[in-house]
């Protein structure tokens, strides 16, 4: 058996960290993110006002996942374009609002 999974690049133990806020289904989350030297961005924290409840704790470990991924370099598009969409083409979850946010600008 081979293993082809990319060596995780780490990000520095010490490292800024920028925060935004933004909405989803109605609900208020904040995201936290860190970027490596290069910009790319590597690695995502995602959180809303009701801690504990289903919907942080999948917000959670969904941004876990996706730093993960990102770490083991899949790119963020490709991260983006996995993610399920509404038939309008928006985001169907909190970590697709706040990956399109970052890819357009609109947040660190």
């Given amino acids: 058996m081979t293993n082809n999974a990319t060596a995780r690049e780490r990000l520095p133990n010490r490292r800024p960290c920028e925060n935004f806020t933004f909405e989803h289904a109605g609900m208020k989350y904040i995201a936290s993110v860190a970027r490596y030297g290069d910009g790319k961005l590597g690695e995502i924290f995602i959180s809303n006002r009701k801690s504990g409840s289903d919907a942080d704790a999948a917000a959670k470990d969904s941004a876990v996942v996706c730093s993960i991924a990102l770490q ?9 374009k996995a993610l399920l969409r509404d038939s309008r083409g928006y985001p169907s979850s909190p970590l697709g609002t706040a990956l399109d946010l970052i890819t357009a600008g609109e947040r660190p």
């Fill in 72 to 80: 083991h370099g899949v790119p963020i598009e490709t991260i983006r």
